[in-house]
Each structure stands twice: as C-alpha cells, then as structure tokens.
Nanobody, 124 residues
Framework: QAHLVESGGGLVQPGGSLRLSCAAS????????IGWFRQAPGKEREGVSC????????FYADSVKGRFTISRDNAKNTVYLQMNSLKPEDTAVYSC?????????????????WGQGTQVTVSP
C-alpha cells in the first residue's frame, strides 16, 4: 500500500514562506499525479495544487495562484509545495495524496493513499 509522509509545516508570519514535502515510500510516485489539499478548522477539505507526471501539467486553486509552486523530484520520490506570501487564511492542515492515475482531477475521490498532514499556521 502506498505511504505518504508530509513535513515542513510550522508557524510563520504573514508574508512568510514555507516549503512542504510529501515523501513517498512503498511505491514510485513518478508514475502518478500527486495532489496537495488543505483543511482549515470548520471547513471542508479543498484542493490546493496538483502535479502530473513528467511532461504533464501543474494546477493551482485560484486562491494560491502566483504564490504557491508545486514541483516533484522523482529521484527523491518527493513532491514539494513552495508557499510564498503566506496569508492567515492559508492556515490549515495540508495533506498530499496520490491520484489513481497520471492525471490531475478536481474530484477528491480520484485520489487515494492520503498522508497524515502537516499543520501550517500563519499568524503575526
């Protein structure tokens, strides 16, 4: 079974940056699209970004376009989410998940093998 571990979360001031990592084990993530999602207290989980396999596309929620960048290093079996110009509304638990194929989807049901998540808190 695929296993994902997120890291890199923490407390940061507004305008700051963090880089999240999604490390995979027990499978090679290079064959799959990987998505980042977040869930704030009292809110539903929402898609943040997704990256397809090499040569494919990257996708972002409107709320993070121009501030977040998703990338992958297949040699390290890791996907990253660089988050710049962070805002208090970015505060959430961020999780990554493996798509069931090599393409991104806006349906969360098209993703499986979710990680446990990493907390991101943006506060003065």
């Amino acid at each position: 079974q695929a296993h994902l571990v997120e890291s890199g979360g923490g407390l940061v001031q507004p305008g700051g940056s963090l880089r999240l990592s999604c490390a995979a084990s027990r499978f090679s993530l290079g064959y799959f699209a990987i998505g980042w999602f977040r869930q704030a207290p009292g809110k539903e989980r929402e898609g943040v970004s997704c990256i397809e396999t090499s040569g494919g596309g990257t996708f972002y929620a409107d709320s993070v376009k121009g501030r977040f960048t998703i990338s992958r290093d297949n040699a390290k079996n890791t996907v990253y989410l660089q988050m710049n110009s962070l805002k208090p509304e970015d505060t959430a638990v961020y999780s990554c998940a493996v798509a069931r194929g090599n393409y991104c989807s806006d349906r969360q049901t098209d993703f499986a093998s979710w990680g446990q998540g990493t907390q991101v808190t943006v506060s003065p």
